[in-house]
Every structure is written in C-alpha cells, then in structure tokens.
C-alpha cells in the first residue's frame, strides 16, 4: 500500500508561483512512475505531468514551458513546480502513483494505482 500526501496549494495572483510536493510512502518510490493531475469544478480530471522512474519528465501541452515536475527518491518526494500561473490553472491537484515499470501512457489516469487526496490551487486574475 502507497500513501500519497499533497501540499502546497493555495492561493496567488495570476503570473505568480507555487510549488507542490508528494510525499509518498513505501520503500519502492524509485520504481514508481509519478503524476500529477487536476480537475476543476465542473470539468473532467486532466493530466499535467509525469515522470517516470527513469526521471523522463511529460507535460500536457498548456503547462510545458511553466510547469517543471521534478523528484526525489531519496525524499520519497515528487514536486511540481508551476510558474507562471493562469486563473485556468485553477483546480485540485493531485498526485498519482504507478507501480508499473512502464513508462508509456503516463497521461492516462488509469495507468495509476494510488492518488492524493488533492490540494487545493487557486489563481485570481
């Protein structure tokens, strides 16, 4: 069983920052690809990013260039750090984990076995 935890959501101006973390148990985070997803009231969760246990990193396109996801096995933590933000980006973010060594497909939300329980981002205009 993989317990994920999110943190850092908030509240910022558009143009502005923030950093969310996942810290993950288990002893085995360095096999596991990595993602974040969001949804936003009303709509359908969509995926942000990835990173597999090879540390190749995949964005969705309206986040590449202002979102950078990074990690770090030794922390059992992955971060996604968002710049830049849109009052679109507004969501709950999540974090994913698979357990699966392979890496294709990372933007589907059925590849991921174990999720956060979100943390909230909003971005006023």
């Known amino acids: 069983q993989v317990q994920l935890v999110e943190s850092g959501g908030g509240l910022v101006q558009a143009g502005g920052s923030l950093r969310l973390s996942c810290a993950a148990s288990?002893?085995?985070?360095?096999?596991?690809?990595m993602g974040w997803f969001r949804q936003a009231p009303g709509k359908e969760r969509e995926f942000v990013a990835a990173i597999s246990w090879r540390s190749s990193a995949y964005y969705e396109d309206s986040v590449k260039g202002r979102f950078t996801i990074s990690r770090d096995n030794a922390k059992n933590t992955v971060w996604l750090q968002m710049n830049r933000l849109k009052p679109e980006d507004t969501a709950v973010y999540s974090c994913?984990?698979?357990?699966?060594?392979?890496?294709?497909?990372?933007?589907?939300?059925?590849?991921?076995?174990?999720w956060g329980q979100g943390t909230q981002v909003t971005v006023s205009s």
């Open positions: 288990g002893r085995t985070f360095s096999n596991y690809n």
């Open positions: 994913a984990a698979d357990p699966s060594s392979v890496v294709g497909g990372l933007g589907s939300p059925y590849r991921y076995q174990y």
